[in-house]
């Protein structure tokens, strides 16, 4: 089983919607949580921290379900800028350790 | 804003040759990283790095690779004798260790092309 699986997508979606990305870790021991943004042959560059209160930030809602090892993002009245792959990354232990991506899943919002 | 820079942007190889890519992280941070990206696919750890000590390695991080932070600033990554499928994205990240905070910052990364 993969450490952070993603649904690879693509989603496509138009200008407005709201749309919603899952990701399951296999660790029960992971520390911490980030959705990271990736625009195509660009680095990551990260988006938010996942607390277990869930978090917003703006048009973006993050949420995590430590009993189920499931992270989630909410994006609302998406904007073509949007459109990007979205990475979950999970910390394994602690600060000093790497950080594990998921394959990331493609978004596409279109006019 | 602070950023990590890593040159060169672009680097062409030939199978064989040995290649360093070059990081210069965050000034204040204490945790650095190496991961790569082949075309298409996912981020991959390579190496972590802190105190001067390679903290945690990869199944792809084998004896071909190294890392060394020379003079305190430069991070750097050796690739001895590369081989085709080394071919992708290199980026370079560093870390505050503040746990949560998502202190890891990425570099632009160098993308290496080996003929």
């Known amino acids: 089983r993969k450490e952070v699986e993603q649904d690879p997508g693509p989603f496509n979606v138009p200008e407005g919607a709201t749309v919603a990305f899952n990701c399951t870790y296999s660790n029960s021991a992971s520390q911490s949580f980030f959705w990271y943004r990736q625009d195509c042959r660009k680095e990551p560059k990260l988006l938010m921290s996942v607390y277990s209160s869930g978090n917003e930030d703006g048009r973006f809602t993050a949420q995590l379900n430590r009993a189920s090892q499931y992270i989630s993002l909410l994006i609302r009245d998406s904007k073509l800028s949007d459109s990007a792959t979205y990475l979950c990354?999970?910390?394994?232990?602690?600060?000093?350790?790497?950080?594990?991506f998921g394959s990331g899943t493609r978004l596409s919002i279109r006019p | 804003e602070p950023e990590v820079t890593q040159t060169p942007s672009h680097q062409v190889t030939q199978m064989g040759q040995e290649v360093i890519l070059r990081c210069v992280p965050i000034s204040n941070h204490l945790y650095f990283y190496w991961y790569r990206q082949i075309l298409g696919q996912k981020v991959e750890f390579l190496v972590s790095f802190y105190n001067n000590e390679i903290s945690e390695k990869s199944e792809i991080f084998d004896d071909q690779f190294s890392v060394e932070r020379p003079d305190g600033s430069n991070f750097t990554l050796k690739i001895r004798s590369t081989k085709l499928e080394d071919s992708a994205m290199y980026f370079c990240?560093?870390?505050?260790?503040?746990?949560?905070?998502?202190?890891?910052?990425f570099g632009s990364g160098t993308r290496l092309t080996v003929v």
């Open positions: 990240a560093s870390g505050s260790g503040s746990t949560g905070s998502g202190g890891y910052t």
């Open positions: 990354v999970v910390n394994r232990y602690s600060s000093a350790s790497k950080i594990i």
